[in-house]
């Protein structure tokens, strides 16, 4: 199909606009893996993924005339993924207890250690974290949310997003030196 090539990103979105099934098609191919991508970051296998990037399209083509055109729309088509995977999940996630303050203290002390991981060993590792931990920590170290706008997204108190994160770390890093001693 040599029309992916000749068309622009814009005039795919144009078309989209004016309901063009053609096109719908072509921009969901155009960004199928980046969506994807987004969406396993959230998701705990590539089922619940796919899933998550179908609707979140499906916001797309609905919402598609909401779309400013002069900002990218990887930027605008990212949040949807990523709000659509939180969407998800949240009714897993509410379900979970929430931890009180108390229990959070001594948690953050090694919480540097994270940094010298790099990017590849995180993404191994993530994927068995705890659900809600998963979330946070995606939320908060790799799409920029601060603790107050995750705690308003999943419902839960900004120092329990913060615990949850500290946990997310700590766990990463028991992994992380696991791995290691298996390796070593």
Not at 82 to 97: F, P
Not at 104 to 109: F, Q
Not at 134 to 159: Q, R, V
Request: glycine share 4%.
């Amino acid at each position: 199909m040599h029309l992916l090539h000749r068309i622009t990103e814009d005039e795919i979105v144009s078309k989209c606009k004016s309901g063009s099934l053609k096109h719908q098609e072509l921009l969901y191919k155009q960004f199928y893996g980046y969506a994807m991508g987004v969406s396993m970051r959230y998701s705990l296998n590539e089922d619940d993924a796919l899933e998550v990037v179908n609707d979140a399209f499906i916001k797309v083509f609905n919402n598609i005339n909401t779309y400013n055109t002069e900002k990218p729309f990887r930027a605008w088509l990212r949040t949807i993924v990523v709000n659509t995977a939180i969407d998800r999940r949240r009714k897993e996630l509410k379900h979970q207890s929430n931890t009180d303050i108390e229990d959070a203290y001594g948690i953050g002390s090694n919480a540097n250690a994270i940094d010298t991981l790099n990017a590849q060993d995180i993404l191994k590792l993530m994927k068995q974290l705890p659900q809600l931990q998963l979330t946070i920590f995606n939320m908060y170290e790799i799409d920029g949310y601060n603790h107050d706008e995750i705690g308003k997204i999943l419902n839960l108190p900004a120092s329990s997003s913060r615990v949850y994160l500290s946990r997310a770390k700590d766990k990463l890093r028991q992994l992380l030196t696991a791995q290691a001693q298996n390796h070593g």
